[in-house]
């Protein structure tokens, strides 16, 4: 069985540092210890409203970590114009509303394509791999088909949420949908990664699923690196997806 990728979102060390104000702590430093406990990629979401990454925190990643680093982005034509600018190794394209407080769901690919196309095509052009925050749904699995983005990000936050509130039949329904869609999006072509409320109680069952290659997790790494410290936190979480993919393999 291939190996799980692991991307670590470090905004909300961003967060912390914005709600001081001054340079700690720095999301570049925690790029640089996330590399070192085993992260394969760094995730930061530049928003419209810069609640957290700044762009002087795109400047520093895209120069100075030594991993790829994947740039969250609204679909507008200012954040089209940063990618372009900066290149990261990758894109992934999110929904974004001013007023919620984080990513609630995954983007429209279905209702945006005429909106979403033109960008899909600019960042393919200038190299950067493209995928679409999406839920774990067929209709938006051929629509980013559709679109030419060769990743989908399924989302994993009501999977997460059902783990969290005790229902038990919600989250087996709802592991399961995450299961047939990453089965389906991989036999269109495409390549699946998830992410979204992961935490070391709900990241097994999504790492065990043969066909994700990539799983982003952040806010509760970085929440828990409060108790235990980023590198420790990071080196269970990458200790858990590995198990999973090992016992996943075993078991087949």
């Not at 760094?42 to 520093?60: G, K, Y």
Request: net charge neutral.
């Amino acid at each position: 069985m291939k190996a799980l990728r692991l991307g670590v979102n470090i905004d909300h060390v961003a967060t912390i540092r914005n709600a001081r104000g001054g340079a700690h702590p720095d999301p570049l430093r925690a790029a640089q210890i996330a590399k070192a406990a085993g992260a394969d990629g760094i995730t930061a979401h530049l928003r419209e409203d810069r609640r957290h990454i700044s762009d002087a925190d795109i400047d520093r990643l895209s120069r100075e970590i030594a991993l790829p680093l994947n740039l969250e982005m609204a679909a507008t034509e200012e954040m089209l114009e940063i990618a372009l600018r900066h290149k990261p190794h990758a894109a992934c394209i999110v929904p974004e509303k001013r007023e919620e407080r984080t990513t609630e769901g995954g983007i429209d690919a279905v209702g945006g394509h005429n909106r979403l196309q033109p960008i899909v095509r600019a960042l393919k052009n200038a190299g950067i791999r493209v995928s679409l925050f999406v839920e774990p749904d067929k209709r938006q699995l051929d629509a980013a088909k559709a679109l030419g983005a060769p990743v989908v990000e399924l989302h994993t936050g009501a999977y997460c949420e059902a783990w969290a509130s005790g229902d038990r039949a919600l989250f087996d329904t709802l592991l399961e949908k995450v299961r047939v869609a990453a089965r389906y999006g991989t036999a269109l072509g495409l390549e699946i990664h998830a992410g979204h409320g992961l935490g070391f109680d709900t990241v097994k069952p999504i790492a065990a699923i043969s066909e994700i290659h990539e799983l982003n997790i952040g806010h509760f790494l970085v929440g828990e690196a409060i108790f235990t410290g980023l590198d420790a936190a990071i080196r269970r979480m990458r200790a858990l997806m590995d198990e999973a993919r090992a016992e996943a393999g075993a078991a087949r």
